[in-house]
Nanobody
Framework: QVQLVESGGGLVQPGGSLRLSCAVSGSMFSLNFMGWYRQAPGKERELVAAITSGGNTNYAGSVKGRFTISRDNAKNTVDLQMNSLKPEDTAVYYC??????????????WGQGTQVTVSS
């Protein structure tokens, strides 16, 4: 059973920084796309940043230049460094991973979510 465990959320003042981490554990053939999504109250879940196994990245326009996604393929982890945080970044942040099982099935899995609150 593959599990995603997030850490690093919390309360931060506007202009501050936070780093989110997600560790993927369990048996799988390969770990492919990894990403961070967020969902604010009353809004739909949206993609924040994504990274392929080869290191190609993609960011939402609202976070480009402020957030940086990175991954460690040896440790099966993905991090999201968030700088210059704004109140509108307040949301529950979810780690997402696409992986291939040992029998070749492609699966998408989610973490439990971590709260990020940006407020003075």
């Amino acid at each position: 059973q593959v599990q995603l465990v997030e850490s690093g959320g919390g309360l931060v003042q506007p202009g501050g920084s936070l780093r989110l981490s997600c560790a993927v554990s369990g048996s799988m053939f390969s770990l492919n796309f990894m990403g961070w999504y967020r969902q604010a109250p009353g809004k739909e879940r949206e993609l924040v940043a994504a990274i392929t196994s080869g290191g190609n990245t993609n960011y939402a326009g609202s976070v480009k230049g402020r957030f940086t996604i990175s991954r460690d393929n040896a440790k099966n982890t993905v991090d999201l460094q968030m700088n210059s945080l704004k109140p509108e970044d307040t949301a529950v942040y979810y780690c997402n991973a696409d992986y291939t099982t040992n029998v070749g099935r492609k699966v998408t899995s989610w973490g439990q979510g971590t709260q990020v609150t940006v407020s003075s």
